[in-house]
């Protein structure tokens, strides 16, 4: 069975502080995406990364896919109120199913 | 906005009722997924179809059941109700067969079961 462990479960920091978020496995994956959740809404695609050390930015996070593809972070400067919210991330498999990770809440205070 | 829709917004019943959650993909998607999340939880995947047949199928109760109908749309079916029921469900949609199978997240229903 594949599984995906994210870590931290929970973070709460300063506005302006950097975080990373990881995602590991033992399991290689096709694919590894990141979404973000809000409360009381529906996950939202941030990124996906399909190759092996890939890197991908999106304005303040940087999105890395390991060299094997098993793991894959998520990092985030100078974070701000606006990033708080569940970090999910999901790795794709053989049969084209996701395997999700348990979530990351972030909570960023000004 | 997502693209994908879920009907209804809220829903508050009784243990040992039966209720349906309706969800319409994205234009184009052919694959439709079904998620549970409970207060303060990860996804818990239920049940995926696409192009009208079951895919795969996750940690879905016997009380449950869904299909999806020829214009696309799915139908979750939840039965005998119970308080461990109440969460929020989420539908999503992807275009399938694809490797990196992106997925798309409805709004969600909020069932609540007193």
């Known amino acids: 069975t594949q599984l995906l462990e994210q870590s931290p479960q929970f973070l709460s920091i300063q506005e302006g502080e950097n975080l990373t978020v990881y995602c590991n496995s033992s399991s290689v994956f096709s694919s590894l995406q990141w979404y973000r959740q809000e409360p009381g809404e529906g996950p939202v695609l941030l990124v996906t990364?399909?190759?092996g050390g890939e890197v991908k930015k999106l304005k303040r996070l940087t999105f890395q896919f390991g060299d094997a593809r098993k793991d894959s972070s998520l990092h985030i400067t100078a974070a701000q109120p606006g990033d708080t919210g569940l970090y999910l991330c999901?790795?794709?498999?053989?049969?084209?199913?996701?395997?999700w990770g348990a979530g990351t809440k972030l909570i960023i205070k000004p | 906005d997502s693209g994908v829709t879920q009907t209804p917004k809220h829903l508050i019943t009784a243990t040992g009722q039966r209720v349906t959650l309706r969800c319409s993909p994205r234009s184009g998607d052919l694959s439709v997924y079904w998620y549970q999340q409970s207060l303060d939880q990860g996804l818990q995947f239920l049940i995926q179809y696409y192009n009208g047949e079951e895919r795969a199928k996750g940690n879905i109760l016997e009380r449950f059941s869904a299909q999806q109908f020829p214009d696309l749309h799915s139908e979750l079916n939840l039965s005998s109700l119970e308080l461990g029921d109440s969460a929020l469900y989420f539908c999503?949609?992807?275009?399938?067969?694809?490797?990196?199978?992106?997925?798309?997240f409805g709004p969600g229903t909020r069932l609540t079961v007193l």
């Open positions: 990364v399909v190759t």
């Open positions: 999503a949609s992807s275009v399938g067969g694809d490797r990196s199978n992106e997925q798309f």
């Open positions: 999901a790795g794709g498999d053989s049969n084209y199913q996701l395997i």
